[in-house]
């Protein structure tokens, strides 16, 4: 552990509040209206072939989002004493 007390796939907190830009709430949004759709497309396919369509499109949509280059918090962690 580092000496903020998490291991750095966090942000660092400020004395000053966190600035959130418009394009990040524009892909929350896009992310929250993706999961959304892929809701309404299990609903309408209940069926074993939905189920893994919709799962198969559920990885496309969240993959890129939890890679590193996706998300900038995780990226520009900081190794801890152990590595």
């Known amino acids: 552990m ?6 750095g796939w966090l942000r ?9 830009k418009p394009v990040e709430l524009f892909f929350d ?10 809701t309404h497309h299990l609903l309408d396919h209940l069926s074993l072939r939905g189920a893994g369509q919709t799962l198969l ?6 993959g890129p989002g939890s890679t590193p280059a996706g998300s900038p918090t995780i990226s520009t962690r900081t190794r801890g004493p152990c590595g």
């Open 57 to 62: 499109l559920l990885l496309a949509v969240w």
């Open 2 to 7: 580092n000496s903020g007390g998490h291991l």
């Open 12 to 20: 660092e907190r400020d004395e000053e509040q966190a600035e959130v």
């Open 29 to 38: 949004l896009v992310y929250v209206l993706a999961v959304t759709q892929l």
